[in-house]
């Protein structure tokens, strides 16, 4: 039921309890119960909104940065990630295996202050071995969602 | 020259479906929103789609056999001895049709000679009357009713049956209503069929749209299978509707004479489609169950929202309708179904288009997003709030 809860969430965080219960065919007291342990136990840890901004005037860029970096004695690489992750431009972090060791997601208002960021803030750091910065030019999909659906119903009323 | 009066009376004689026009209104306002359509709101799953591309790739436009892909034949009777438990012979018990309807279609014209009688439990889908009309069989509507779940039942058909009746009709899971027949409720009426001549033309395409249970097969029943021509296809169970294609399943002369048809009317199935579908019945098991899945959240709400306006309904467990009664609103099913969409721009289809028995309920199709469905419920609320 947890798993079933949490792909329903998946989908669209605003359904209601009461929506929820009634699409599982349980109680409402059964889904208050099972958010607020999913809340409790970390699993949930927000609800947010997936927006797509460049459809807004925002000015912003992403990268995505390749990082090889030596992992630290006694800590491995979560000392590492955790001095990264810190920097609120950082936007995700990832381990990763293959060619290099981090992925890391970068945003910035221009190409600029992300490519300093890597320049002045990564780079330097002790522990890190290289940088490959991508900038990311147009984002097609993101979380399973595709950014260009269209809207209208093509369907038509045939026979019925 | 009248061109009219040349046409031949058979065609003539065919009720057009009176639904068109209302729909027509609909297509000319933006903010109505639809719960009228019977096709998947899902597109087809993109390996299936993939599939089809790469066959065209491939310069895979020629014909096929006349009764379809030798590939694909073995795959649906893969699927259908691993789904349902029936057993068929890729080949000569299967062949490839245009949609479920074609073979429909073609069933009905290799067995009906004319004066044949044909039992059509009714609500249902509306191709199985005029088919036979055309045929020139005699369509016996078999009315079933809400206190019986629309199920049909023993003592229905029981008194339905005349010496010249040919065929029976087993729309389950139904179309409009929604309801299944169970494994209990088939086995009733493979007993009064048992000792007569009368085939079945069980049209399944519905069978992976059951809820909190899994679809039995008629033609499972011991002693049926020879007797039964399994109609089913790719449309509802995989998103697959524009692709047209379907199956039918049966004795290989039955098959064979259904073949005939079809191989002078259709020449063969199209072959894009005959290749996506191979990976459809290959790969597309999961696909079908999490659209299942989907829609089984959205029969809970509608059913639920429904109920809770205050109009009753019947829990069905198939397909993706539900059948409400109207009734309490004191209008019959046109004009509900009018007012509705002129009121509150909410378009769902009269309980009348599927017989005449569908007098007092309407169809509500739940193949649409949850935020549509509960948009229709919130204006469906308010009309019948007024009309009480």
Request: negative net charge; contains cysteine.
């Amino acid at each position: 039921m947890e798993e079933k809860i949490l792909r329903l969430l998946e989908q669209d965080c605003c359904y209601t309890h009461a929506q929820i219960a009634t699409m599982l065919g349980i109680s409402v007291e059964e889904v208050d119960a099972q958010i607020a342990s999913l809340f409790e136990k970390g699993i949930i840890l927000k609800y947010i909104a997936l927006i797509d901004w460049e459809k807004t005037d925002r000015e912003f860029v992403t990268a995505h940065i390749e990082l090889r970096v030596t992992p630290q004695r006694g800590e491995g690489f979560d000392k590492v990630a955790e001095r990264i992750y810190q920097y609120p431009e950082v936007k995700s972090v990832y381990l990763m295996s293959g060619g290099y060791d981090l992925g890391v997601t970068i945003e910035g208002r221009t190409l600029k202050e992300v490519a300093l960021f890597v320049a002045e803030k990564l780079a330097p750091m002790e522990f890190v071995l290289s940088t490959k910065t991508h900038f990311v030019l147009k984002k097609y999909k993101q979380n399973g969602i595709i950014f260009d659906t269209p809207k209208e119903d093509e369907r038509r009323m045939i026979s019925l | 020259m009248n061109i009219k009066s040349m046409l031949s009376p058979a065609v003539t004689g065919m009720k057009p479906s009176g639904i068109r026009k209302f729909f027509d209104i609909v297509s000319t306002m933006p903010d109505a929103i639809s719960l009228g359509v019977g096709e998947p709101d899902f597109v087809t799953p993109w390996h299936i789609r993939d599939a089809g591309i790469y066959s065209l790739e491939k310069g895979k436009t020629y014909y096929t056999s006349n009764s379809g892909l030798l590939e694909l034949r073995e795959e649906i009777c893969n699927y259908l001895a691993r789904r349902f438990g029936v057993s068929y012979a890729p080949e000569g018990e299967v062949v490839v049709t245009v949609g479920g309807s074609e073979a429909i279609d073609l069933c009905i014209r290799a067995l009906i000679s004319p004066g044949d009688e044909v039992l059509i439990p009714e609500p249902s889908f509306v191709c199985y009357t005029p088919c036979t009309q055309l045929a020139g069989g005699v369509p016996v509507p078999i009315v079933t009713k809400a206190e019986d779940n629309f199920k049909l039942t023993p003592k229905a058909l029981k008194a339905a049956i005349t010496p010249r009746t040919k065929l029976l009709i087993l729309p389950f899971p139904n179309n409009p209503t929604g309801a299944v027949m169970t494994e209990d409720d088939l086995r009733g009426i493979a007993d009064v069929l048992r000792d007569t001549n009368i085939f079945v033309l069980s049209d399944e395409i519905y069978a992976e749209l059951t809820y909190g249970m899994r679809h039995f097969s008629f033609a499972h029943i011991k002693g049926m299978k020879e007797r039964t021509i399994l109609v089913s296809g790719f449309s509802k169970a995989f998103a697959m509707t524009g692709w047209r294609l379907g199956y039918a399943c049966g004795h290989k002369d039955i098959i064979s004479a259904m073949t005939k048809i079809h191989q002078y009317a259709i020449m063969s199935s199209p072959t894009t489609s005959q290749f996506a579908a191979i990976e459809a019945m290959k790969n597309g098991e999961a696909d079908a169950e999490e659209m299942a899945a989907e829609y089984d959240h959205r029969r809970r709400i509608i059913l639920e929202g429904i109920r809770q306006i205050g109009l009753s309904c019947f829990e069905p467990f198939g397909a993706f309708y539900i059948f409400p009664d109207i009734t309490v609103t004191g209008m019959d099913s046109e004009e509900f179904c009018e007012a509705l969409l002129r009121e509150e721009k909410v378009a769902v289809v009269p309980g009348t288009a599927f017989g005449s028995s569908g007098e007092g309920f309407v169809r509500c199709s739940y193949a649409y997003s949850i935020s549509s469905i509960n948009k229709a419920l919130e204006r469906i609320d308010r009309f019948v709030s007024r009309h009480k």
